[in-house]
C-alpha cells in the first residue's frame, strides 16, 4: 500500500473536485493533455489544455486549477522519485482530502494516467529548471527624471541632470524583491546593444534547433 502523500494546501480542492467530475470531463482532459504542446509557462500550457477541451465559463476556472493542480503534482512526484501509480495511490489516500473510498479509488485511476503524460511532465519540469537559478527575473521599469545641480543652496540650480533609474523586480526564496540602479543615455544605449545581442543568438539557437529537429520551449 502507498504512503499517503502531504498535499499543500491549493491542490487539496482541486484534487477534490476532480475526483467527483463528470466522466466526459475528466476524458476531454486526458486527450487535451496528449494534444496540447509542452510549455515554459504554466499560464499558456494550462490555456491550451482548456482550448482543447473547450470548455467555457463557469466550469473553466475549475479547470484551470484542476490543471495547475496536476502541474504541482508532477513536480511533486519527480522530487520525491516515485513511480506514477505509488504517487498516484498516496495522493488518493491523503488525510488532506476527504473523500468516500470509491472517490479515493477513482482519483487514483485518474491521477495514474494524467501525470504519466508527457506533455505534462515537460512543462512541470522545464518550468523547475527555469526557475531554479537563485533570483529569477520579475519585471523592469526605467524612471527618468532631471535633478538639479546647485552651486549655492538660496540660488537657482546652476544646471541640470537627465537620470535614468532603472527598476528591476525579482523572486528569492519564494519571495518578491527589488533592486535600483542609475543609469545615464550612454548606460541606456550599452543595455539596448547587450539586450539587442542576446535576442539575436537566441534567434540563431532556434534556427539551429528547428534545422536538428529538436523541439524548443516558448513562452507563447
Do not use: C
Not at 502523500?5 to 482541486?14: F, G, I, N, Q
Not at 486526458?30 to 500550457?45: E, M, V
Not at 524612471?143 to 552651486?151: A, H, L, S
Amino acid at each position: 500500500m502507498a504512503q499517503p502523500v502531504t498535499l499543500p494546501e491549493p491542490v487539496r480542492p482541486a484534487i477534490t473536485w476532480l475526483a467527483q467530475a463528470p466522466e466526459v470531463g475528466v476524458g476531454r482532459l486526458l486527450s487535451a493533455l496528449d494534444l496540447a504542446r509542452p510549455r515554459l509557462l504554466y499560464a499558456t500550457f494550462i490555456d491550451d489544455v482548456l482550448n482543447q477541451m473547450n470548455v467555457t465559463q463557469p466550469v473553466r476556472q475549475q479547470w484551470a486549477n484542476v490543471i495547475e493542480a496536476l502541474l504541482s503534482l508532477s513536480t511533486g512526484r519527480e522530487y520525491l522519485g516515485w513511480a506514477f501509480t505509488d504517487f498516484a495511490d498516496g495522493v488518493a489516500g491523503s488525510f488532506d482530502i476527504q473523500l468516500e473510498e470509491n472517490g479515493r479509488a477513482r482519483i487514483a485511476r485518474i491521477l495514474r494516467e494524467a501525470l504519466s503524460k508527457p506533455t505534462l511532465i515537460i512543462t512541470a519540469k522545464a518550468w523547475g529548471l527555469y526557475t531554479s537559478a537563485e533570483r529569477n527575473y520579475g519585471s523592469a521599469k526605467v524612471i527618468t527624471d532631471m535633478r538639479p545641480v546647485f552651486v549655492e543652496a538660496i540660488e537657482s540650480p546652476a544646471a541640470w541632470l537627465i537620470v535614468h533609474t532603472l527598476q528591476i523586480t525579482f523572486q528569492s526564496e519564494q519571495r518578491g524583491h527589488e533592486f535600483q540602479l542609475a543609469m545615464d543615455d550612454r548606460d541606456l544605449v550599452q543595455l539596448q546593444d547587450t539586450l539587442a545581442r542576446a535576442q539575436t543568438k537566441s534567434a540563431s539557437l532556434r534556427d539551429q534547433a528547428e534545422r536538428l529537429n529538436l523541439s524548443v520551449l516558448s513562452t507563447d
